[in-house]
């Protein structure tokens, strides 16, 4: 390992993505902006990214594809410790309980913490969501069990579902029509299974379209498949959702590359004779796309405007487009 930065993925602590870096127990951000260049080169092999900021002892090497970014005993130590895996019972924060659009006929039922407000909706790329209840942990979980049974929606919707629709979005009232109707449905079960000590929020519906750039946006047409050692990815920003970030990218269209794929690598700028003199006289090269921390890790100093030579996919189709270089 080179000792650099690492890239952790896009966070949402509010309605715009910054991108998360560490070395160590170091920790910095860069605030993204949509329109401009954003790019680097990987390097080496890809390191786990380590469990609840702790550094992996044992250095390991994950496969590209991952999108945990953790070798095996890493991934067990992170869920061990999440609300997830039901082993905080005495947990004494207040938790709600939503209801998450991403499409036609993509809606989930999920639990957040009451302090990280809409956070957990943003990173998981919900178009539209509403809260349906507030309380307890316990209360909370129980709740998200019975609805997911009784509107017969799932716990999670893969991502690469969620791409694939997300630039063909029907309008903003047949969007908010979906959720209010499972909400209608969802609010008829109080006293039936709906516990008690968990406070019903009323319906609410939030469109994140605009907070995602994607009523500007045009149709993703490939993503990233994985990094490799040398591999470039550079683009224009034009939009995000969940971990997702849409790169304009010449001659290809809009790729998109999932954040979760770059955790654990070292990335570097591209070379500064690879930028075009037409893309620095015209302000293409992204000098605070990545900020302090990409750019201590010489990740921004010079990005060429516009190039992609990483393994790509079809978005919806799933077949290899392209290859590496």
């Known amino acids: 390992m080179s000792g650099g930065w690492w890239c952790a993925g896009v966070r949402w602590p509010g309605e715009v993505p910054e991108l998360g870096w560490s070395r160590g127990r170091d920790r910095r951000v860069s605030v993204l902006a949509y329109g401009s260049g954003l790019g680097f080169r990987a390097l080496g092999e890809r390191h786990c990214v380590g469990a609840r900021g702790n550094v992996c002892p044992l250095g390991a090497v994950v496969p ?22 039901d082993t905080m019972v005495d947990d004494p924060r ?15 039922v999920g639990i957040t913490g009451e302090e990280r407000g ?19 942990l316990m209360a909370a979980r129980r709740t998200e069990e019975v609805l997911r049974a009784a509107l017969k ?24 029509a979906e959720v209010a109707e499972l909400y209608g449905r969802a609010e008829r079960l109080e006293g039936r299974g709906w516990p008690e000590s968990l406070e019903r929020l009323p319906l609410e519906v939030v469109d994140q379209v605009a907070v995602f750039g994607l009523d500007r946006a045009p149709a993703p047409v490939r993503a990233v498949r994985e990094l490799v050692d040398g591999g470039v990815v550079a683009g224009r920003l034009v939009a995000a959702a969940g971990p997702d970030l849409h790169l304009a990218v010449d001659g290809v269209g809009l790729v998109v590359l999932d954040t979760r794929l770059i955790t654990g690598w070292d990335l570097a700028a591209v070379p500064a004779e690879a930028v075009p003199a037409k893309a620095a006289a015209d302000g293409a090269v992204s000098e605070g796309a990545m900020s302090e921390g990409a750019a201590s890790a010489g990740a921004t100093s010079a990005v060429a405007e516009s190039d992609v030579r990483v393994p790509l996919i079809d978005i919806g189709g799933g077949g290899v487009q392209g290859g590496l270089f």
């Not at 590209?64 to 895996?85: I, N, P, Q, Y």
């Not at 998981?124 to 809260?131: L, M, N, R, T």
């Not at 929606?153 to 908010?176: F, H, N, S, T």
């Open 64 to 85: 590209g594809r991952s999108t945990g970014g953790r070798c095996a005993e890493c991934a067990r130590l992170d869920r061990a410790h999440s609300v997830a895996a």
């Open 94 to 108: 207040t938790y709600r309980v939503y209801l998450a659009w991403f499409g036609p006929g993509m809606v989930k």
């Open 118 to 136: 809409a956070a957990r909706l943003r990173e998981q790329g919900a178009v539209v969501f509403s809260w349906l209840g507030r309380g307890p």
């Open 153 to 176: 929606v799932p716990d999670r919707i893969p991502y690469a579902r969620k791409r694939a629709v997300r630039g063909r979005l029907p309008g903003r009232e047949e969007r908010a």
